[in-house]
Each structure stands twice: as C-alpha cells, then as structure tokens.
C-alpha cells in the first residue's frame, strides 16, 4: 500500500521513502502495533522534518477522529525512522497515513513541490480505515485483557490463551465471545532468547531442561518448530509466525521462543508478555538494515525482549557483555546475572544482596536461586562444552539455566538438561557438530560472523590437532569491513589451509569472485601464505575439497549455512563407508 512515494522511491531531492512496514507488537520505537517507515533525509535537518512529519500527522489523524496516538522517530546516519502507535485492525490504513505524512513533510521542508489536496486524501484515507475496521477483533482483544489472557491475532486466526489453555479460531468468523470455552482458557509459561550468537543452542538446552523436568515445550528457531519430539515445521520460524505456531498448539505446556533481531524490527514482538526474556550477547551484525547502524542501537534493539517481561518474571542478561551491563543495570531489579567470571563485581554484589545468577566457578557451573548457591555441573559434564574448549557454549548454558531458574523449573532437572543435550546434527545442526575418523576431527558450525567466529576459533585451536583447516565464505550484503574482519576472526585459529567458498545464493548483488578476493586478501595480510589459500565455487566443493586435503590428526573447521544438508549427508556417506584419510602429513 502507499501514497506520494513508495519505497525506494525519491521523492524530490534529499528526501527518499525507503521502507513503510506494519509493526504488530512491542518494537524498539513503541510499546505496542502500529506503522513505521526509515526514510533518507540527504541534506536535510532531521528535526525540522519530524516537526513537519509530527504536524502532518495530527492534521490527518484529526480529520479521521484518530486523536492521540503515540507517536517517535529516531533519527541515524543519513536519515530517520518515524512511527506511530495504532489499533491492531487498522494497521494497513496507519501505513498509508504515515506514508502521506511522510510526503506532507517533504513538501513542507521543501523536498517535495506537491501533494495531493488534504481534502481528497483525508477521504481516501477515511475509506481505507474503515475498510479495514474489524470490532470483533477489539472485542477479542479488550475481553482477552479483562481475563490476563494472551491475544495473538494474523490475517487468519485469532486465539485467546496459550498452549494448553489456548483456542484458535477463523479471524474472518470469530465466533460470539459469550462461547467461548473460558474455564478451560489459561496462559502457560513462555521464554523469549535473543543475542547475536547463541539463540538457537540455548533454546535447545532450555527445551532439554524441560523435557527433564516433564514439561513438553514448543521450541522456535532458525531451523524449524519442534513440538515435544515432534519437528512440525522447517525453516526459519524465529518470527512472529513461529511463536503463533507453537503457543496455539494445545499440546504445548512450555513456550521457548528464538526470536531474531530482524523480527523484532520488522514486525516487533509475536507475544505481549512473558515470564523469562534472554539475551545472550550484542556484537557486530546487520548492521545497517532497519536503521540500526551501530551496537549501541542494536543492543537497544535485543533489549525490547525485556519489555515484554511480565511483572515476577526475569530477564536473564549476560554480564560479560558491556552494553547489557549498562542496560541490565537500569533495571527494576528483576535481572538474573550469568558470567563466565566468578568474579564479575555485578554478579557477586547482586548474590550478595540475594539475587539470582548463573556463573561459571573454576570448572564449575553454579546457581544462585531465592538465596540458595547449587552447583549445577562441571565443564567435563557438558557434551556441549568440548571440555572447556568452547567456552561460548558454557555461556550458552549459563544461559539456559538462568532461564530454567527463573521459570521455577527443578534443579535436579536443569542439572540433568545440562548434562544430556549433546550438539549432535540431529539435536542442534550446524552447531559446533562434531564427527571424528579416525584421528581427523571434523567440526561442522554455522558461524557467520566476526563474534561467532572469533569464539568457534578458540575452541578450535585449543582442540588438539597437527594440522587445521577452515571453509569460509560471506554473503555478499555485508560490507567490506565486516568481511574482513570476519577473515581476521579466523585468521586466529592459525589455520595451514583455507578453503573458500562461492555462496551463490547469498551474492546479494556482489560479483561472482568479489567476497572470495576480500577474505583472501585479509588472510594474506595476517601472514597466510597465498599458496595456503583456495577458491572454491559452491559451500560442498570447498568441503570436498578440504577432506581431499585432510590427513590423520587435523582439524576441520566447516562453516555451512546454504549446504549444510549436502554437507552432512557427505559426512555422513563417510561416516558409513568407514572412511580414513591417509596417514599424517609429514
């Protein structure tokens, strides 16, 4: 839908509409639905544009008796977001408002010559708002508040309460209120992950805890749905479309949710309030999309999970990052600290003063929960932790303890989650995946930035090898910095031989061979030999050619992402014909 300017389009100079999207939850800009639009403002004065934006907005919003709307914008490099809060049967009409807001501003700051008369748009507008009118939805929504029932709603089905407890029905012939089963209606419990690194694997650790603890969860991620032991659906369900799926399933006593910074921004959250919300860490990705063109915002961004926080519930923050630090520490008190530090200042003031945390104690992992110290596991318990080597996914588990604690689940089932969950391909692919022939060890992760990588590194130059190997390539919308530095992350590995991958499908505009020469030139400036260095034109001939190349006692360090199946179904063709490479290079 649009009006004056679509995105992408310039609408005179210096003023640009570049994306106009519905927001259906809490974002980093509101507190609840409405519409949004990121505009670049070349040459212009941001706040003299958001005042004529502001003011284009009160006269429409008049005009349609639509008075007393939140409203924001937030400017970053080169342009501005604007928002504005609006009624969930009513968001396509709140797009097509802001949107002529958007060219009203324009052409009052002079970026624009006309616009189209305020009379004949108000009309327009008036008949699209009222076109999209749907009072049985409000009605849903106010009695669902009147009951502290959750409401989820799309453009096909409408449901009151959560799993278990939950009814979903047709949102084009939502029956009578007055029939509805409310004595069997009822939330369960529901715990958001998000981070740059770690999502999907704490997730996993936390549906292994619960399935210790007799809880059937209904797990999201960038993989698939899992119900219980059941995967329901594949592909990547870390949005909103994701959470709708698990928490209207009725089988469902536990809600575990991934959920990424590209749905937070773009739609905002799928689910209005939770018990746990997790963060596991703020680095380096995306940037650039959305208007989040620094970590500062991004961090911001991941904290919108926070919000969602019910009252009694936790938000599970990882102290050993700086920019959840700060944030954690404005809190209301309702934090549960983790670190890998035992004597991180935060977390043990925090305990001492009787709050919760997660931490990491010599070789221990240990609990603190309503004033009671625990310890949960050592490192060597964790199949997960490759016997300390990697350490980010002790912090993972830190992570997913945390959560387990502050959902009241049992210590001797977070204990026993902790110790079970093995990142095999099946449980957690295309995370630190591990296969060994013979003495060649083969470790299958779908890092992709400079943080993941940087971490998957450590853990592989502290594995014992003679000699290592790593597969790498990028996709093609990251910019040159970003590839670099992510060269540089595995660069400190000191591998003996790179193999680089073509990601074809990932080329987002580059030229065939561009990404390839970047990593290859950054590799060459750490001090790799360029005759150590290999171009490859797909993710399984990089492989193939790495294995070719493999020798009893290296170390194979395999980042896959648009391949992966074809590359373990490879590993695993090796795995039945009993494959072994040849003797040791000399």
């Known amino acids: 839908m649009s009006t004056p300017g679509i995105p992408g389009d310039d609408l005179g100079p210096g003023a640009a509409l570049v994306d106009s999207r519905r927001l259906t939850g809490v974002s980093l800009m509101l507190d609840g639905p409405g519409a949004i639009l990121e505009a670049r403002l070349a040459g212009l004065e941001a706040r003299d544009f958001a005042a004529a934006w502001e003011s284009a907005l009160d006269r429409m919003l008049g005009a349609l008796d639509w008075a007393g709307a939140h409203r924001a914008w937030r400017r970053f490099p080169g342009g501005a977001s604007f928002a504005f809060e609006a009624p969930i049967d009513a968001l396509y009409a709140a797009t097509e408002v802001n949107e002529w807001a958007f060219a009203e501003a324009a052409r009052a700051t002079g970026a624009l010559d006309e616009t189209a008369a305020f009379a004949v748009e108000a009309a ?34 409408l449901s009151l309460g959560l799993g278990t407890g939950s009814v979903s029905v047709p949102a084009d012939a939502p029956p009578p209120l007055e029939r509805l089963p409310w004595s069997h209606l009822h939330d369960v419990p529901v715990a958001m992950v998000t981070g740059t690194n770690g999502k999907t694997t704490t997730v996993r650790l936390l549906a292994a805890i619960a399935r210790a603890a007799g809880k059937l969860a209904g797990v999201t991620s960038t993989d698939r749905v899992d119900v219980g032991d059941e995967t329901v659906a594949t592909g990547d369900y870390s949005g909103p479309n994701g959470a709708r799926t698990v928490l209207r399933d009725r089988r469902v006593e536990l809600g575990v949710l991934e959920v ?21 860490n703020v680095a380096n990705d995306h940037l650039g999309e959305y208007g989040v063109h620094d970590l500062d915002t991004l961090a911001d961004a991941k904290m919108v999970v926070t919000r969602a926080v019910r009252s009694g519930g936790r938000a599970v923050l990882n102290a050993d990052d700086p920019r959840l630090l700060e944030r954690g520490g404005q809190r ?21 003063a009787g709050g919760d945390a997660a931490w990491l104690e010599d070789t221990c992992l240990m609990l603190a929960r309503d004033g009671t110290t625990s310890k949960l596991a050592s490192i060597d318990e964790l199949p997960i932790a490759f016997g300390g080597a990697a350490r980010y996914n002790v912090a993972n588990a830190l992570a997913a303890a945390g959560a387990a604690a502050a959902l009241g689940l049992p210590l001797e089932a977070i204990r026993a989650g902790l110790r079970s969950f093995a990142s095999t391909p099946e449980a957690n692919p295309g995370r630190a995946n591990l296969w060994r022939f013979g003495t060649l060890t083969a470790i299958v992760d779908y890092a992709h930035n400079p943080h993941g990588l940087a971490a998957l590194a450590e853990m592989a130059a502290a594995v014992p090898a003679t000699r290592r190997a790593i597969v790498l390539g990028q996709a093609g919308d990251r910019d040159d910095a970003s590839i670099r530095e992510l060269a540089r992350a595995a660069a400190s590995m000191q591998p003996d031989r790179v193999f680089l991958k073509e990601m074809e499908r990932f080329r987002r505009g580059r030229e065939p061979g561009v990404v390839l020469e970047i990593l290859a030139s950054e590799f060459r400036a750490c001090g790799l030999p360029a005759a150590a260095i290999e171009s490859h034109e797909s993710e399984t001939a990089a492989v193939d050619a790495a294995i070719a190349w493999a020798r009893e006692g290296d170390l194979l360090l395999l980042t896959t992402h648009a391949e992966r199946d074809q590359v373990f179904e490879r590993l695993r063709e090796l795995e039945r014909t009993g494959w072994r490479p040849p003797g040791a290079a000399a």
């Open 124 to 157: 327009r507008l008036r008949a699209a708002l009222l076109d999209e009118r749907k009072p049985a939805w409000l009605a849903w929504q106010a009695e669902a508040a009147g009951r502290n029932l959750t409401f989820l709603w799309d453009d096909k089905r």
């Open 260 to 280: 990424a910074r590209g749905g937070i921004l773009r739609r905002g959250l799928s689910v209005p309030h939770v018990e746990v919300a997790v963060i596991t």
């Open 332 to 352: 209301n008190g309702d934090t549960l600290w983790t670190s890998l530090a035992a004597s991180h200042p935060t977390v043990r003031a925090h305990v001492a």
